[in-house]
């Protein structure tokens, strides 16, 4: 219980100083929104910048409307986004749950294909299994995501015309409309996950069929498979749930350039047009999210330590 | 069982085919921008003029043949009809001379919201309301503030009293009427709390926001608008159920959704760059009916005319000079823009018809180079008496790829005549919001304006529209020019009300212009339609008034 609360305290922590951060870098970037509204406006008088600026609170300190914006979202206020003109949890909501979506399916989809795949290409190091799940791999790797994409669309949606090119399903759609427009966006992020999974996974699992543990027991005569999946697996999973801990929060926000190919309107589109348009409210708000899944995914690779290897939940040490 | 579902509900994925078929009266239409707000007035970006011309009329427009008309009046005032009258006003307002300028218009009589409300004269008067309201923060509020006062004739019919003369005084595009009977209630509520309240963000489906052939029935943030027939339009009925605007900003993505049918067309106004167009037309022209629309968008080069290095016109022409534009056009763009003369578009109608375009010279720019005082060092570089090198950087858009090519052409180009130019660029929000906004550009700024036909350059070249901290930056003056004699003809142009006596001054000014070279003129945007070739009655305007202005007159060819 106190091992929780002090994780909460320190998450809350870390929320605060993000929020400061993050406010204070959005503000030190050139160029505020009214500065951009007087390029394109050819009749904006001094008079109208000033009352622009007071109207978005751009004529105070940053801390101040740091503290205001502080202020407002511990009462429940995370105000409204400047460039959507509405409430910053209403601007979120959509493309919050279509990122869920997303990042949901690939992941499932990545770790249903990479831990398997690992854990083959670690029994038999340089085997034939392993030397074509390696290259695999690193071709999943090295595909520069936006190319992928568009291969993938030119594939599948124009030469084939099986599924759609980009774009969300209207309102009403079935289940097989909204997979269907799932179906490429999740691939083209799949890819490059499964390869990073399968090369963790298998390396932590070449690790741990080394231990002395794992001699011991073939040793005693127990069967490859029962040590592999009774044994070893709990162990050598530890470092992927480190690395997944890590990557949720950035597949959360670092979808853009998927998103962007596939006009699938996300957070990660949300973000980059937040802080590139000066919403300081709704980039916070989003940012801050990010950092909490972040921390959640990070709260729960703990638990999830905890539950593979019970000597780290004890906080016993190795000998 | 489970199992056998899941392989079902696979094969249902790649079964139903086409992936893209539409309904057959649906027009999808693909963007490469989304608005962040669908409010007429208080945000000003294309993607929003582009989907409001289906939903909505400005007052007047201008059409695609450059001609201003009346698309929300039954007459266009002018003072020859008698709708329009020089009157006498304060002279604390306006430009300080007493006059001003009384016009009347009249809405169409059947003119109404999506919902069967007519509109009135009692929605012209809540729209100055809000426009002039200093805490609704509508960024384009001169236009509300040049208004007077607003005298109702009858329901239909109002008069506009400007306060000042001239030659644009019926022209009242950015007018963004809004429903008094829908909007009026959130504005008088909390006016500083408008922004956030309105309909148009919280509910945009509702009908009565929308007056135009199509009124929008669905909103998906970021992805997708969707429209379908206003029962309530008066005017001829429009061809198509329902019309999808679709975007997608990654334009690669954007022409795969084309090929793949997930769009219909892609319109020019915010679609593919030329070259990218050119190269899809060189593989996918004949399914397709593409054309290219010479456009008002002005690229052009402007350096800092007041710091010495580009302070003597013969550096200036030098460099210009020694650019081939004819080439550029040429080989990047397929011959399809058109190399400027100056910032007058050829076809508008104030057009110098004598004046040509500074030929491309490279012995003529070495010596305007030499006469200035700029001879070649060892390494090829120029410098003058002070031992300063000609060397400076030259900026715009970071990511724009069309940009980006042309600047390395200028680049080689000018290095052949002893110029160095070294790329810097930066993106947008810096360029435009810092850079060039506060005058901190040493070098040579590559952008683009865009104007509406007879724009009077007032902004961008009188000597009162040099940003400094004085004026907090505003101004469009960039460059720095400052020259009493251009001041005066673009004051006279401004009030003089003859279209003859206009079109001399205007010759004045061009001549003025190809003088002083305040900025380097490269050449006019063409913008690619992509458009089904069953898709006719598509006329692009190459201004800021977008082809959707009149959609009810696209029809479908069987």
């Known amino acids: 219980m106190t091992r929780a609360l002090r994780r909460l305290g320190q998450s809350v922590l870390v929320l605060l100083i993000m929020s400061f951060v993050i406010y204070g870098l959005i503000g030190l970037m050139p160029g505020d929104p009214v500065d951009l509204m007087i390029a394109t406006l050819p009749n904006i008088t001094p008079a109208d910048i000033a009352r622009l600026r007071e109207l978005h609170g751009l004529d105070l300190p940053i801390w101040e409307r740091w503290w205001s914006w502080l202020t407002a979202a511990l009462g429940g206020d995370l105000g409204n986004s400047r460039l959507y003109g509405a409430p910053v949890e209403s601007v979120i909501a959509g493309p919050l749950l279509r990122s869920l979506m997303l990042i949901a399916a690939s992941l499932t989809i990545a770790l249903a294909v990479a831990l398997p795949i690992g854990i083959l290409a670690a029994l038999r190091p340089r085997g034939v299994f392993d030397t074509v799940a390696n290259l695999v791999a690193f071709v999943g790797l090295s595909m520069p995501t936006f190319w992928l994409g568009i291969m993938l669309i030119m594939l599948f949606a124009v030469t084939f015309g099986w599924l759609p090119a980009g774009g969300v399903p209207q309102t009403g759609a079935g289940l097989v409309e909204t997979l269907r427009h799932m179906v490429l966006p999740v691939a083209t992020l799949a890819v490059g996950t499964v390869g990073q999974y399968t090369r963790y996974m298998r390396a932590a699992m070449i690790e741990t069929l080394n231990q002395d543990y794992v001699r011991t027991a ?102 | 069982m489970v199992i056998v579902r899941i392989c079902l509900l696979l094969a249902a994925l790649f079964v139903v085919m086409p992936a893209q078929a539409q309904p057959a009266k649906t027009l999808t239409i693909g963007i490469t921008q989304f608005p962040h707000t669908l409010h007429p007035t208080i945000d000003s970006m294309a993607a929003t003029s582009y989907i409001m011309g289906l939903a909505r009329r400005p007052i007047t427009a201008y059409d695609a043949d450059w001609q201003l008309i009346c698309l929300l009046c039954t007459d266009l005032p002018t003072l020859k009809n008698g709708r329009a009258e020089v009157v006498e006003v304060s002279k604390e307002v306006g430009d300080g001379t007493g006059r001003g300028i009384a016009v009347t218009y009249t809405l169409p009589p059947k003119a109404a919201w999506g919902d069967g409300t007519p509109i009135t004269a009692a929605d012209v008067l809540f729209t100055w309301e809000v426009g002039r309201h200093p805490q609704v923060g509508i960024s384009a509020a001169e236009l509300y503030r040049r208004i007077l006062d607003i005298k109702v004739v009858d329901d239909k019919t109002f008069t506009l009293v400007m306060d000042r003369v001239g030659f644009t005084y019926n022209s009242i595009g950015d007018f963004g009427l809004l429903p008094a009977h829908i909007e009026g209630p959130a504005f008088r509520d909390d006016p500083a709390a408008y922004r956030s309240r309105t309909a148009y963000d919280r509910a945009p489906a509702t009908p009565g926001l929308w007056f135009g052939p199509y009124r929008v029935t669905e909103v998906s943030q970021g992805a997708q608008v969707v429209l379908e027939r206003n029962p309530a339009w008066w005017g001829p009925s429009p061809a198509f ?230 004026n907090a930056w505003t101004g469009q003056n960039y460059a720095g020019w400052c020259d009493p004699k251009m001041d005066e003809t673009i004051d006279l142009i ?18 003025q212009l190809m003088d002083g070279m305040p900025d380097l003129p490269l050449f006019f945007r063409s913008e690619p339609f992509i458009l089904p070739l069953w898709l006719k009655g598509l006329r692009p305007t190459g201004h800021l008034n977008p082809s959707t202005l009149w959609v009810e007159q696209w029809t479908v060819e069987q």
């Not at chain 1, 708000?285 to 995914?297: C, E, K, Q, R, Y």
């Not at chain 2, 401004?494 to 001549?511: M, S, T």
């Open chain 2, 241 to 470: 159920d329902r019309i999808i605007v679709k975007a997608v900003e990654n334009t690669a993505a954007l022409e795969a959704n084309l090929l793949a049918g997930g769009v219909d067309m892609i319109p020019g106004e915010l679609g593919l760059a030329v070259d990218q167009a050119l190269a899809f037309e060189k593989r996918h022209g004949s399914r397709f009916a593409i054309t290219y629309k010479p456009s008002l968008y002005y690229e052009h080069l402007e350096v800092p005319v007041d710091l010495p290095m580009f302070a003597d016109v013969r550096v200036r022409r030098a460099l210009l000079h020694a650019i081939d534009r004819q080439s550029i056009v040429d080989q990047l763009f397929g011959g399809k823009l058109t190399v400027a003369t100056t910032r007058v578009s050829p076809l508008d109608w104030i057009h110098h018809p004598d004046l040509k375009p500074v030929a491309f010279d490279p012995d003529a720019a070495r010596q305007l180079l030499d006469e200035a005082g700029w001879t070649p060092g060892s390494d090829g570089i120029r410098r003058n008496a002070e031992g300063q090198a000609l060397s400076f950087p030259l900026q715009t858009t970071a990511g724009n790829r069309t940009r980006e090519r042309v600047q390395q052409v200028l680049q080689a180009q000018w290095r052949q005549v002893g110029v160095d130019a070294q790329i810097r660029n930066e993106p947008a929000r810096v360029l435009f919001g810092e850079t060039m906004n506060k005058r901190q550009f040493k070098g040579a700024m590559l952008f683009a304006w865009i104007s509406s036909p007879e724009n009077v350059p007032r902004s961008t070249l009188h000597c009162d529209e040099i940003p400094t901290e004085a």
């Open chain 2, 494 to 511: 401004e009030v003089e009300l003859d279209r003859e006596g206009r079109h001399v001054l205007w010759r004045r000014l061009q001549e």
């Open chain 1, 218 to 319: 073939l040793a005693k005569g127990a069967g490859r498979w029962r040590i592999v999946l009774r044994h070893a697996l709990r162990n050598a999973l530890i470092p992927v749930v480190t690395v997944l801990a890590l990557d949720f929060g950035m597949l959360f926000s670092g979808a853009l350039i998927t998103e962007t190919v596939f006009a699938w309107p996300g957070m990660g589109k949300l973000i980059f047009d937040a802080v590139m348009g000066n919403d300081y409210a709704l980039a916070l708000a989003a940012l801050l999210l990010a950092t909490a899944v972040t921390l959640l995914g990070n709260a729960l690779a703990d638990a999830a330590y905890g539950w593979l290897d019970p000597r780290i939940r004890r906080g016993s040490k190795a000998p």
